[in-house]
């Protein structure tokens, strides 16, 4: 993974030609990965993005509402990575399967940090109205039925809870790499994935037998 930005590369990034409710937004995704969207307050987000309160309040009505634009675009960064596995294994789904694990397993900064984003965020905001909270929930879903649909066209057996067993086991490595670096259990992400894998194809076999 990448060195943490400072506020100063944060606000450098944010500068230049891009307009006001886009230099939020990219100051806003650093330092909520940063330091959770609990952590930091609309005053830093207008700092580092080269701007004020009121301009900030002007593009979004309340911090909240921040956070879910936010949390949205990181939905989308992980629609896109299945959208890309898709694109680059078309007509097989177990290859796009075992890609995103590796693409995990490597640790890949887009990837990692929009997972752990997305779940950071769900931990951390316990208002369920909360509009954030909403689009979380809504990232998830989107992802498990993704993941799930694979698990489907891939043939394997009871697919819903290998998906969700992926899932698990995804995000309990991501936590692991964040608490203990790579060298911890989270290493294991992949051998572990393709033993859970294989283990619903013998599953699979031992049925029709």
Same mark, same amino acid.
């Given at each position: ?14 500068? +230049? ?21 609990? +952590? ?14 009121? *301009? ?58 929009? +997972? ?31 993941? *799930? ?5 891939? +043939? ?34 992949? *051998? ?10 013998? *599953? ?6």
């Amino acid at each position: 993974m990448t060195a943490p930005h400072s506020e100063q590369s944060v606000h450098r990034s944010a500068a +230049g030609a891009l307009p006001p409710r886009q230099r939020i937004l990219v100051a806003a995704r650093e330092l909520f990965y940063r330091h959770g969207v609990q +952590g930091v307050g609309v005053e830093a987000i207008a700092e580092a993005a080269g701007t004020n309160k009121m *301009t900030l309040y002007r593009h979004f009505e309340s911090k909240d509402l921040l956070v879910a634009e936010y949390l949205r675009g990181l939905a989308c960064d992980t629609v896109r990575v299945w959208d890309d596995l898709a694109a680059l294994h078309p007509d097989d789904a177990l290859a796009q399967i075992r890609s995103w694990i590796d693409l995990v397993g490597g640790h890949g900064d887009c990837h990692d940090a929009s +997972g752990c984003a997305l779940v950071n965020a769900a931990i951390q905001i316990s208002d369920p109205e909360h509009p954030g909270r909403k689009v979380v929930e809504g990232a998830v879903r989107t992802h498990r039925e993704r993941l *799930t649909a694979l698990c489907c066209a891939s +043939g394997l057996s009871k697919p819903e809870q290998l998906a969700d067993q992926l899932f698990l086991l995804v995000e309990g490595a991501r936590a692991s790499y964040r608490s203990v670096g790579p060298n911890g259990p989270g290493a294991g992400l992949c *051998t572990l994935a393709a033993a859970l894998i294989d283990s619903h194809r013998v *599953t699979d076999r031992a049925e029709a037998g």
